[in-house]
């Protein structure tokens, strides 16, 4: 692993789930916990790489030369990851951005009522990735594609739907990796085709990540 590979380079990253909020003491939310994220931006600071880390809610402490800028919300983790993408050169989609949120968020926290269900109307929140690749000037685009079937071919619609340069699929149905565990396995995805890179320690896969991204980012 090289130190400089990402010197004088910007890179952003999104990491962790996002929380939507119901009322003043619930959400919907979901079971990432940041450690892909943050350790792809630990490994890119340890490349030489100006990181931002743009997380949602999580237990984990801010990696070394990493600024990291707290989000709750999609709504403002799509904010925060377009104004810092517009100069950034690498973007990295890692965190687990909830697809819908309440169409309102009650002032008050709601009773419970006589009746045995409730509704709840939910609204589609922006593509966070998606919006930055199409940024005028867009930086080097990746996203993740956590899939219970189907990894490859699920994860190319993402690629051509959000055109993205590169999808890391991961397989959320096997037992040890992807949500909340240490390790991961990935499958990246691209036009040149597909790369396998079987379980190993998110640090471990992190610092092989950013050494392809480096090389891609090169040529
Ligand atoms: O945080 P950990 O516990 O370490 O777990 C890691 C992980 C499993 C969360 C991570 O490896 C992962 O797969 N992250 C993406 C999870 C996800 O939401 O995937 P998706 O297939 O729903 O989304 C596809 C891509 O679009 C992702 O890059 C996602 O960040 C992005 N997206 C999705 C919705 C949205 N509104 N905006 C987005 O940018």
Avoid: W
């Avoid at 939507?20 to 916990?33: G, T």
């Avoid at 867009?138 to 051509?160: C, D, I, M, N």
């Avoid at 993205?164 to 240490?182: C, E, R």
């Amino acid at each position: 692993f090289q130190t400089g590979l990402l010197a004088g380079k910007k890179v952003v990253i999104t990491a962790g789930p996002t929380r939507e909020a119901i009322d003043p003491v619930r959400y919907i939310s979901n079971h990432s916990s940041g450690k892909m994220g943050y350790a792809l931006a630990e490994a890119a600071a340890e490349a030489g790489a100006h990181t931002l880390l743009i997380s949602g809610p999580t237990q984990l402490p801010c990696p070394a030369r990493v600024t990291r800028i707290d989000v709750v919300s999609a709504v403002d983790m799509f904010a925060a990851s377009l104004r810092e993408a517009a100069d950034c050169d690498l973007f990295i989609a890692s965190a687990a951005v909830a697809d819908y949120r309440p169409r309102e968020v009650a002032e008050q926290k709601i009773k419970k009522g006589e009746g045995e269900s409730i509704t709840l109307t939910l609204v589609k929140n922006p593509d966070i990735v998606a919006a930055v690749a199409r940024l005028p000037q867009r930086p080097f685009t990746v996203g993740f594609a956590a899939e219970s079937e189907h990894l490859v071919e699920y994860a190319r619609r993402k690629l051509v739907r959000k055109k993205l340069d590169l999808v890391i699929a991961n397989d959320i149905t096997q037992p040890g990796i992807g949500f909340n565990s240490d390790n991961n396995a990935v499958t990246l995805v691209d036009a040149a085709g597909e790369q396998v890179i079987d379980q190993r320690s998110k640090t471990q896969l992190a610092r092989e990540l950013v050494t392809i991204l480096a090389e891609k980012l090169a040529s």
